[in-house]
T-cell receptor
Framework: GESVGLHLPTLSVQEGDNSIINCAYS??????FIWYKQESGKGPQFIID?????DKRQGQRVTVLLNKTVKHLSLQIAATQPGDSAVYFC?????????????FGKGTKLSVKP | GAGVSQTPSNKVTEKGKYVELRCDPI?????LYWYRQSLGQGPEFLIY????????DSGLPNDRFFAVRPEGSVSTLKIQRTERGDSAVYLC?????????????FGDGTRLSIL
């Protein structure tokens, strides 16, 4: 169906390791993607975004990769820390769609073991 | 304030009652969005304001839900004749001018519980 989804609902990593969170989307018209981090009892927090005319974007300890051929998005977190434990959502806005209509996936829960 | 502010943080009410949820967007942001998040799910779009007008209300589930933004800043989401299925976290977000390449910044939401 036309939705953003995630491959793994949960991910457990050791502190200091790198984390990779994956996201698949089905609509090739998707134009803009955002990764959000959501801690318990909080709203989604913006991490990083990427436009469809890019395939990689880096931030502080985070990298987003976009593979339009297979409609796949990933978030890489370097040197994962306990404070990174949260649920991570990818969201998309489709070209030509409502500027308000962010479409979220179900989320991946990242647990960091000390 | 520096971020999106939502009040109340929690609201418990009985089935059939009327509720109002308030959102203060980031100062200067013309675009404001409401989402609803059920437990274990991602947020689902409800309505989007550009200034004072609702640019897209396609996500409102039925006519019991209504939202206003009379002065282009604060917005209120109103739910009439609440039902138990309305229980969720209601999130508000804002962005500078609603362009599709701008991230939306979220508040911490109002947790609504209908008994």
């Amino acid at each position: 169906g036309e939705s953003v989804g995630l491959h793994l609902p949960t991910l457990s990593v050791q502190e200091g390791d790198n984390s990779i969170i994956n996201c698949a989307y089905s609509n090739s018209a998707s134009d803009y993607f955002i990764w959000y981090k959501q801690e318990s009892g909080k709203g989604p927090q913006f991490i990083i975004d990427i436009r469809s005319n890019m395939d990689k974007r880096q931030g502080q300890r985070v990298t987003v990769l976009l593979n339009k051929t297979v409609k796949h998005l990933s978030l890489q977190i370097a040197a994962t820390q306990p404070g990174d434990s949260a649920v991570y959502f990818c969201a998309e806005i489709r070209y030509g769609g409502s500027q308000g209509n962010l479409i979220f996936g179900k989320g991946t829960k990242l647990s960091v073991k000390p | 304030g520096a971020g999106v502010s939502q009040t109340p943080s929690n609201k418990v009410t009985e089935k059939g009652k009327y509720v109002e949820l308030r959102c203060d967007p980031i100062s200067g942001h013309t675009a404001l969005y409401w989402y609803r998040q059920s437990l274990g799910q991602g947020p689902e779009f409800l309505i989007y304001f550009q200034g004072t007008g609702a640019a897209d209300d396609s996500g409102l589930p039925n006519d019991r839900f209504f939202a206003v933004r009379p002065e282009g800043s604060v917005s209120t989401l109103k739910i009439q004749r609440t039902e138990r299925g309305d229980s969720a976290v209601y999130l508000c977000a804002s962005s500078p001018n609603g362009q599709s390449n701008q991230p939306q910044h979220f508040g911490d939401g109002t947790r609504l519980s209908i008994l």
